[in-house]
């Protein structure tokens, strides 16, 4: 962790440059003009405001961001500092309800191979482009993003550390990974394992060092899933592993949607990459260089303000993205790709319409 903050004028820079490119890219632009860029698109400042988030112990309002300013999505948590979640004395409530209405005629002109696609004008609300967008599908990895929003509804001490059991790599399917038992990081630490580098075990420790344990974490997945308005949605364990986690892509819409309002979410998941200072007892201490795992946060090419990527045998791949083209945000699901070269595909392909659609 020897990189230093991005300065506010390498800041300015990075997302010029970033706004810039190809010709095919040029209509790609953050959002608002140079004195009202909002710093949460395109991910150019995500590492620096990481570390913030490391290095603060305060739950509350460094962990949640309110108001995202786009739609009409609201969250109010009264109790976001209360680390004793439960139905009773959680009073996050959620409005994902759109302005305008779904069927627009003003749909993209693209075809797509993935299974199941849905992308959402998050502006107007309204549905820009479906396919077998209501039908559930598994969803792998793009689970970790509610087990983020759990994690951080709990307002949890962020830089209390945890530590790897051998449990937390047993799950529904043998997975890789670069973790061990007996590593310790800080539960920031584990949180940003889990969402840029998708690292099961990390997201297996967060649910089981929640309050009342991993039986109660998945019980409050659910709970916050239909709290969102997610009715085709179940989750069966936080990593993704699980087959039977299974929601639509215009349910995964509404959960992007809420995902926006937490900072920490938006800044882990664009994050290009990390070296984590890992302690571990038995095995010697070690510095683990982690990478994103969508190799369109890693390209910087597009502004995204939150990613998550996911990969099972049943799921296909999967990525899910909110964006902002031409001025305009937009949320994109993509799951059940037959390869990795087909999501990214119907990704670019997405982007690149978005960015020659008329929008007046």
């Not at 759109?98 to 959402?120: C, N, Q």
């Not at 061990?180 to 998708?198: F, H, I, P, V, Y």
Request: positive net charge; proline residues 2%.
């Amino acid at each position: 962790m020897t990189n230093l903050p991005l300065t506010k004028q390498q800041l300015l820079v990075a997302m010029i440059t970033l706004s810039l490119g190809s010709a095919a890219q040029a209509a790609l632009t953050i959002n608002g003009s140079e004195s009202s860029a909002r710093v949460s698109w395109g991910g150019a400042d995500s590492l620096s405001e990481a570390r913030n988030i490391m290095s603060n112990s305060n739950s509350g309002s460094a962990i949640k961001k309110v108001d995202n300013g786009y739609g009409t999505t609201n969250i109010t948590n009264a109790n976001s500092s209360n680390s004793n979640y439960s139905s009773s004395s959680n009073s996050n409530t959620y409005n994902t309800t759109y302005r305008g209405s779904f069927g627009s005629s003003d749909m993209l002109p693209i075809s797509t191979d993935s299974r199941s696609v849905a992308v959402i004008d998050a502006e107007t609300g309204e549905s820009i482009y479906e396919k077998n967008a209501n039908t559930a599908h598994p969803m792998a990895s793009i689970t970790k993003v509610m087990t983020a929003m759990v994690v951080l509804d709990a307002g949890l001490d962020m830089r209390e550390e945890i530590t790897l059991d051998a449990e937390d790599f047993i799950g529904p399917k043998r997975a890789s990974s670069n973790l061990k038992a007996g590593d310790r990081l800080n539960r920031a630490e584990m949180l940003l394992m889990a969402l840029m580098k998708s690292e099961n075990p990390a997201a297996k420790s967060l649910s089981r060092n929640y309050p009342g344990g991993y039986n109660a974490f998945i019980r409050a997945m659910n709970r916050k899933a239909e709290e969102l308005g997610m009715s085709t949605a179940y989750f069966g364990d936080p990593t993704g592993l699980d087959k039977r986690n299974v929601a639509s892509s215009n349910d995964l819409v509404k959960m992007v949607r809420a995902a926006g309002n937490y900072d920490v979410i938006r800044r882990f998941t664009t994050t290009k990459s990390y070296e984590f200072y890992v302690s571990n007892s038995r095995s010697g201490n070690r510095t683990y260089s982690a990478n994103n795992t969508s190799s369109l946060v890693r390209s910087g090419d597009y502004p995204i303000g939150i990613s998550k990527t996911g990969f099972i045998n049943e799921a296909g791949r999967c990525v899910v993205m909110e964006t902002r083209v031409n001025n305009r945000p937009a949320i994109i699901v993509i799951l059940g790709a037959s390869s990795s070269a087909t999501r990214w595909g119907d990704a670019k392909n997405i982007l690149n319409s978005l960015a020659s659609r008329r929008t007046v």
